[in-house]
């Protein structure tokens, strides 16, 4: 009976969108992941809470986060490229690596930004699945945290920008599954280059984890970047 009411209704065009003849069950709205979801701890929602309440100010500003890149991204960063055709080809098929990995398994994360002070901070939790040393996230799962904190406090005060250098120190090794934070700010600008740095703390502020410095460098829009060329990317840097 479900079955025939529902062919009934896409004979007669119920179940069409407005445009286009398309369904509404074909269309598939992108999931904000830097929203709580099950897999977050006490910890974690106690933070996001704590954040979210500093920014009804507008002076932190949390930062919407997806797997796959969002059309608008794509038109940011296609006038870097000579074949803006293949790059959508294959962003088409990208997905942001540190979303890649299932709920609650590898990285659990939220950003906010404060635009005024030029600082980004990242309320990180390493699940499982970012296991180095037993019991403990392996060093590069927290490079890569530093490298995204970092790489977003730097594209958001700087615009387009590639990580040309970046330097941990890893002082404590993170348990497994606990919350930490990720305070990062812009240091200085020199010209296309963009100085940030960062430190990974315990909840509580007690505990320091890691310190990293950064170099991000602005892409030239009139240096074409061919995806196709090995180390094409860093010509541009230059």
């Known amino acids: ?30 999931v904000d992941h830097s929203l709580p979801n099950p897999s977050w701890n006490e910890d974690m929602r106690l933070l996001f809470d704590q954040f979210m309440k500093k920014s009804e100010d507008g002076s932190w500003k949390r930062l919407p986060s997806y797997k796959c890149n969002l ?4 038109e940011d960063v296609k006038i870097f490229f000579p074949d803006a055709k293949l790059l959508k080809e294959q962003m088409s098929q990208a997905q942001l690596f540190p979303r890649s990995l299932g709920e609650g398994v590898g990285f659990e994360y939220v950003m906010f930004h404060n635009h005024v ?10 699940g499982p ?7 403990f996230l392996h060093g590069g799962a927290i490079a890569t945290m530093i490298d995204s904190t970092l790489g977003m406090c730097a594209v958001l005060t700087g615009g387009i920008a590639m990580t040309a250098n970046l330097n941990i120190n890893f002082r404590r090794p993170i348990p497994l599954c606990s919350v930490v934070v990720i305070n990062c700010q812009l240091d200085r600008v020199e010209g296309r280059k963009l100085f940030v740095s960062c430190n990974i703390r315990s909840m509580d502020e007690k505990t320091l984890y890691s310190e990293a410095t950064s170099t991000f460098v602005k892409l030239d829009p009139k240096k074409k970047i061919d995806i196709r060329a090995s180390g094409a990317f860093y010509t541009n840097l230059q």
């Open 129 to 135: 699945h970012l296991q180095g040393v037993p019991g």
């Open 71 to 74: 059309t608008e991204r794509i």
């Open 1 to 30: 009976m479900l079955r025939s009411s529902a062919r009934l209704l896409r004979t007669t065009g119920a179940l069409r969108g407005p445009k286009g003849g398309k369904s509404f069950s074909s269309e598939v709205l992108p």
């Open 117 to 126: 002070e030029d600082r980004t901070v990242c309320i990180f939790q390493g």
